[in-house]
C-alpha cells in the first residue's frame, strides 16, 4: 500500500490482533450477529488488518457494517439459500446477510466441489460488502488449491468516456499455494484507486497523483490534489484515461460484474441501485490438474526467479503479489496493528455506547539500532 494510504508512525496506536478481533466480534453481536457469525467477520477483518490491507479492515468498513445492520439494510441473521446446484456449480442467496460473514462458507463449498470434481465455483446474490475479496481466495490456497473471488458492488465508477457511474469496484482476486515461499497473493479493485483507500487518504490529509479521480463531471483531474471527500469526486476505472489503459479496467469491471451478477441471478445495480452486492467463487483443486509436489516446485522457482531480478534504478527490490501481506502480517502479528487516532476515538465511543470494554493497546518494541 502506497505512503499516503498508511497512518504517520507518529500518529500510530498499535493494538493487539487478539484484543481487536475480541471487540470487533463483540460490536457485532451486540447488533444481533450470532456468535459464530461475529467470530467469522472479525477474522476476517482483523486478519485483512494484519495483512496491510487497511482500506478494507476496521478503519473504513466496521462502522458502516455496524449503521447497516441496526437500520435494516443488512441481515444479522440471514437465511441463506442454495438456489441451484450442481457437482460443480451453485448459485445462492444471501438474504441481504454480510458479505464478509457469507464468502468463507460460499468459497468452503466452492473448495468442496473442487475436491470432488476438481473445479467448484460458487455465485451469490443479494450479499452485503465482501471486504478484501483477497482474503476469500486465501481459504483456497490454504487447502492447496488455487482460489479465485471478484466481487460487484453499486454504481461508482465511469465507464471510459462516461459522466455518470454505472460499475462498482469490483475487486479481483487470486491465491496460489507455495511450499516455502510466501503464498502468490493479488487482489485489486479494477479502478484506479479503490475507494476505500481514498476515504483513508481523506481522513489522514494525503494527497492524490494526476489521473486517479476525475471529477464530478466525469472529467478526470490531471493535477495532485488533497483528496477529497466522499461525494467530491468520481471514481476512473484502472488505467484512468484512454491513453492509459482505462478500457482494460472498464472491461475487468464489467468481467466482475458478469460472474458475480449474471450466474447468480442477480440485477445489476446499473439497473437497479437498490440491489445487494453480488459475488463469484472459484476453487482448482491442483491435484485434478498435475502433480502436487511437481507443482510447487515450479511455483517455488517461478516466483523465485521473480524475486531474483534485477531491479530498475532507484529501486531495492523485485516482489511478486503476496510477499508485502507476508512480511506485514509476520510484522504485525507481533507489534500490533496501527489504527489512526481518530479510529480509536471512535471505537472507544462506540464500545462506550455498547457498554463493552475499551480497546486494549500495546507497547510497541523498540526498533534495533542494529
Avoid at 444479522?76 to 441481504?96: F, H, Y
Avoid at 462516461?162 to 475487486?171: F, S, V
Avoid at 507476508?326 to 462506550?352: A, C, D, K, M
Wanted: proline residues 8%; glycine residues 10%.
Amino acid at each position: 500500500m502506497l505512503d499516503q494510504f498508511k497512518v504517520a508512525k507518529q500518529d500510530e496506536v498499535r493494538i493487539p490482533a487478539t484484543a481487536l478481533r475480541k471487540t470487533v466480534q463483540s460490536l457485532f453481536e451486540h447488533v444481533g450477529v450470532p456468535p459464530a457469525d461475529a467470530e467469522t467477520g472479525a477474522n476476517v477483518l482483523v486478519t485483512t488488518d494484519l495483512r496491510g490491507i487497511d482500506s478494507h479492515g476496521v478503519s473504513n468498513m466496521l462502522r458502516n457494517y455496524l449503521t447497516w445492520f441496526q437500520s435494516g439494510r443488512l441481515n444479522p441473521t440471514p437465511a441463506v439459500q442454495i438456489l441451484r446446484e450442481r457437482p460443480a456449480t451453485a448459485s445462492m442467496d444471501g438474504d441481504a446477510g454480510l458479505g464478509i460473514i457469507q464468502g468463507p462458507a460460499a468459497m468452503e463449498l466452492a473448495i468442496q466441489k473442487a475436491r470432488t470434481v476438481g473445479v467448484g465455483a460458487v455465485s451469490m446474490r443479494n450479499s452485503g460488502h465482501l471486504g478484501a475479496a483477497g482474503h476469500m481466495a486465501m481459504l483456497a490456497a490454504e487447502q492447496n488449491m488455487i482460489g479465485v473471488c471478484l466481487s460487484a458492488a453499486g454504481p461508482r465508477v465511469l465507464p471510459t468516456f462516461g459522466a455518470e457511474p454505472r460499475l462498482g469496484t469490483n475487486p479481483i482476486a487470486y491465491a496460489a499455494p507455495t511450499r516455502g515461499v510466501p503464498v502468490l497473493l493479488f487482489d485489486v479493485a479494477t479502478t484506479v484507486i479503490a475507494e476505500n483507500k481514498l476515504r483513508l487518504a481523506h481522513r489522514l490529509g494525503s494527497t492524490l497523483q494526476p489521473n486517479w479521480v476525475a471529477d464530478t463531471e466525469g472529467s478526470p483531474i490531471s493535477e495532485e490534489i488533497p483528496a477529497p471527500a466522499p461525494g467530491e469526486y468520481q471514481l476512473l476505472p484502472l488505467g484512468g484515461t484512454r491513453e492509459h489503459g482505462s478500457h482494460k479496467g472498464y472491461g475487468l469491471g464489467l468481467m466482475a460484474e458478469l460472474l458475480s451478477t449474471m450466474l447468480s441471478g442477480g440485477v445489476p445495480c446499473m439497473l437497479d441501485p437498490t440491489q445487494h452486492w453480488k459475488h463469484h467463487f472459484v476453487a482448482y483443486d491442483i491435484e485434478a490438474f498435475t502433480d502436487l509436489d511437481e507443482y510447487f516446485d515450479r511455483m517455488d522457482a517461478m516466483l523465485g526467479v521473480l524475486r531474483a531480478t534485477r531491479p530498475a534504478p532507484g529501486h531495492e527490490r523485485v516482489i511478486y503479489p503476496g510477499v508485502l501481506d507476508h512480511e506485514t502480517y509476520r510484522e504485525r502479528s507481533v507489534q500490533g496493528i496501527p489504527l489512526h487516532p481518530e479510529v480509536i476515538e471512535w471505537f472507544n465511543q462506540t464500545t462506550s455506547s455498547f457498554g463493552l470494554p475499551p480497546l486494549e493497546t500495546v507497547q510497541v518494541p523498540a526498533e534495533s539500532d542494529d
